[in-house]
């Protein structure tokens, strides 16, 4: 079965500094796509930025990068100039590609961000 | 369109009694998945439907745990007998079959039972 690792349960950042939030995963899959989550406070979940695992590039949104290690299954999402509306839970999804459909989350990472 | 709508936003109510959660998904989309959100468990797949079938519910916790899909259009989560550990935030979640297209949520079920 797949499972999403994210071993940071809290982390802090200083506004306009930059974060790195990590992910692992397991999976026999070769072709499948990662995914991160923002989850404010209002509890809506927003998509932050995708990966699709047969692109060596490493997909960039804005200030959000990821760094894409296929080979260590890692998935680490960076955020650049740090602001407050940044403050959320970020969750680390993979989903199948050969099903389509599953979309399996990680335990998640508070994010806090200091003025 | 208005994304995927759940209702109620808020349930209390009682042990023993039964609930009923409500998911209207996005248009056109086919899947539709249903989660639930504990500070414990974190974000857990309970269900999830293709086009009206359910395909995998393996996350469904017990057997006071059912989910239906009788159209495109609208799904529900029971759970009767309720218990307070069914305490939790429950998402509703819609997508395309397109595999990197994301799946979009609804704003939540805060579920309380006492």
């Known amino acids: 079965a797949q499972t999403v690792t994210q071993s940071q349960p809290e982390m802090s950042v200083q506004e306009a500094e930059t974060v790195t939030l990590s992910c692992t995963y397991d999976t026999s899959e070769s072709d499948y796509y990662l995914f991160w989550y923002k989850q404010p406070p209002s509890r809506q979940m927003i998509l932050v930025i995708r990966q699709e695992a047969y692109k060596q590039q490493n997909a960039t949104e804005n200030r959000f990068s990821v760094n894409f290690q296929k080979a260590a299954k890692s998935f680490s999402l960076k955020i650049s100039d740090s602001q407050l509306g940044d403050a959320a839970m970020y969750f680390c999804?993979?989903?199948?590609?050969?099903?389509?459909?599953?979309?399996?989350f990680g335990t998640g990472t508070r994010l806090a961000v200091r003025p | 369109d208005a994304g995927v709508i759940q209702s109620p936003r808020h349930e209390v109510t009682e042990m023993g009694q039964e609930v009923t959660l409500r998911c209207k998904p996005i248009s056109g989309h086919n899947s539709l998945f249903w989660y639930r959100q504990t500070m414990m468990r974190g974000l857990e797949l309970l269900i999830y439907f293709n086009n009206n079938v359910p395909i995998d519910d393996s996350g469904m916790p017990e057997d006071r745990f059912s989910a239906k899909m009788p159209n495109a259009s609208f799904s529900t989560l029971k759970i009767q007998p309720s218990e307070p550990r069914d305490s939790a935030v429950y998402f509703c979640a819609s997508s395309s079959r397109v595999p990197d297209t994301e799946a979009f949520f609804g704003q939540g079920t805060r579920l309380t039972v006492v």
């Open positions: 999804a993979y989903r199948m590609k050969s099903s389509g459909d599953k979309l399996t």
